[in-house]
């Protein structure tokens, strides 16, 4: 039996195409799970609802390999997994079909090949900042309290009848970056006054 997944990242994109392609390649249209998430996302009940449907001897069918997983380790493990449990995997754009050797051979070669891509863009991007930084360029995003705003910000720290909310609120920071930055927010007990 063929058991289709689509997926779209946001709701402005619609999963129609994917859905035609599914039915043209003979899975069944009541038989097709979708998801509106970004593919970064763990959480797809799509996903997991077509993951539960399937048996042994199905095939899963996918137009393109990026709209299953959410990076290459997800999309080994899948592999893994399907085949765990005696499930095919079918990707359209690719030609592949794990239910085959040469298919099984593919899947692997593909999922190689993008783990080294990672690898490398991980790679280039420690040697970009590496060099940065000997150029006197630390890497990272600029700091967002320095000078006066960092100043206005140590002085409603240092007032305890401002909560830490109101002040994260003015500066547009998170109460982690304002720990971070101003360090431990110390709040007179009524015995010190």
Known sequence: MLIGYARVSTSDQTVNPQLDELVRAGVDAERIYTDVASGSKAERPGLAACLRALQPGNVLVVVKLDRLARSVAHLVELGQELERRRVALRVLN???????????LMFTIVAGIAEFELDLIRERTRAGLAAARARGRPGGRKPTLTGIRLDTARTLWADPSISVEDIAAQYKVSRRTLFRVLGPRHVQSAGEE
């Open 94 to 104: 690719l030609g592949i079909d794990t239910g085959t050797p040469v298919g099984r």
